[in-house]
């Protein structure tokens, strides 16, 4: 049984910042990849950012320059340093992390609201 944990949602003003953390327990021998998705009332789930193995990033275009994803594969761990948040960064934040078997395991979600 593998279980994600995030943390470090809450409520900001905009132009502040956030860092939430996820990490990984049980029977998962480190990842193939980590990333971060959102999502907001009414929307789809997208892609914020994501990590691989091999230390490769990639991001939404709508955040970057302002967040920061960080972690380490092997001990599966995963951050996403929010500066500058925006109200429209408004969503539930989940943490996905991919085994080296191609399984996808997801956290529960932490909550990012940003007031303007």
């Known amino acids: 049984q593998v279980q994600l944990v995030e943390s470090g949602g809450g409520l900001v003003q905009a132009g502040g910042s956030l860092r939430l953390s996820c990490a990984a327990s049980?029977?998962?021998?480190?990842?193939?990849?980590m990333g971060w998705y959102r999502q907001a009332p009414g929307k789809q789930r997208e892609l914020v950012a994501g990590?691989?193995?091999?230390?490769?990033?990639n991001y939404a275009d709508s955040v970057k320059g302002r967040f920061t994803i960080s972690g380490n594969n092997a001990r599966s761990t995963v951050y996403l340093q929010m500066n500058s948040l925006k109200p429209e960064d408004t969503a539930v934040y989940y943490c996905?992390?991919?085994?080296?078997?191609?399984?996808?395991?997801w956290g529960q979600g932490t909550q990012v609201t940003v007031s303007s």
């Open positions: 990590l691989t193995s091999g230390g490769s990033t």
């Open positions: 996905k992390l991919t085994s080296w078997r191609g399984n996808d395991y």
């Open positions: 049980g029977s998962i021998f480190g990842a193939n990849a």
